[in-house]
Each structure stands twice: as structure tokens, then as C-alpha cells.
């Protein structure tokens, strides 16, 4: 994986984090849910991509 793609991976992760305290912060506990599902989910995606990438490398 690219370092820009894993940047924009963790970049994103991070920005959902922000999100899910600024939610928290205004006692909005479902959009805090929600993003901080999408976080994971991205976080996740981006081990995914990263374990793709490193396996078809290795053949």
C-alpha cells in the first residue's frame, strides 16, 4: 500500500473519531454510534486493503 493511500485510510479514521466526540459533545449518542461505527469500518477497510496489497506481493 502506498503511503498516500494509507494516509487517507488513517486520515479519514481519525476525522470520524473527531466526529464521534464532537457528537458526543452536543449529547447527539446515535450520530456518536454512527461515526464511530464508520471509523472502525474504515480503519478496517484499510487493514484489509494493506493485507490484499502484502499477500500479492508475496506470490
Known sequence: MSKKTALL?????????????????????????????LSFFTVGIGFMAK???RKKNSH
Open 9 to 37: 485510510f488513517s486520515m479519514i479514521g481519525v476525522l470520524f473519531l473527531v466526529f464521534t466526540g464532537i457528537a458526543l459533545s452536543y449529547q447527539q449518542s446515535l450520530l456518536a454510534l454512527l461515526f464511530l461505527f
Open 51 to 53: 493485507a490484499k496489497i
